[in-house]
């Protein structure tokens, strides 16, 4: 095996061990120490591949974004309509924010943290979202289903209408809204009709 190899496993084993630990102690109560201990090496050695525990942290959540990333590109380059994979990106995004994150209290301690810490790795996973949208919505227009229109302001206007079924703190909220809440599937329905409108020659793409 050779040694970059090497490293990339020793990587994942660690990444893999601080996934057990944070889900079983929580992101704050893990330290290097217990991490090393679990892998078997000391925490100089630890230190080697992670220079302290939020390098840990950025790299878990690059990965568990990841999880959802691919779920979303397999919606998206499917071959059913641009409107049926609109909502269901709607409805994965809000699924996968509601169980993968706000039902793991310890998971949602490492997003909470990766949000306040490593924006790098949030915002590339919106930048592949808002994308993923893009690409469906230049389907759309090339279906006839849509207008011509600026991909990149559709994209950004449909991306940031479903804001509150991705984001961990809006979604928490909204579950204490009760009346005042809107349903993915009323949201997702809004911005189709959005998309159906024309649009103005000046404006047009």
Known sequence: MSDVSHLSDTRVRILDAADTLFRRYGYQKTTMGDLAKVCGMSPANLYRFFANKSAIVEEMCTRLLAESDRALEAIAFDKTSAD???LRMIKHINWYTRECVLENSQMNDLVMAALSEHWGAIEKHLF???ALFRKVIAD???E???PPQDLDNAAGCLHTAITKFGHPMLVAMDAQMCDLAVSVEEMGAF???ALRQP???STAA
Do not use: N, Q, S
């Open 144 to 146: 006839g289903t849509y």
């Open 199 to 201: 649009v103005p020659p």
């Open 191 to 193: 911005v189709l009709r």
């Open 128 to 130: 592949r979202i808002r």
């Open 140 to 142: 759309g227009i090339a």
């Open 84 to 86: 049926d994979r609109i």
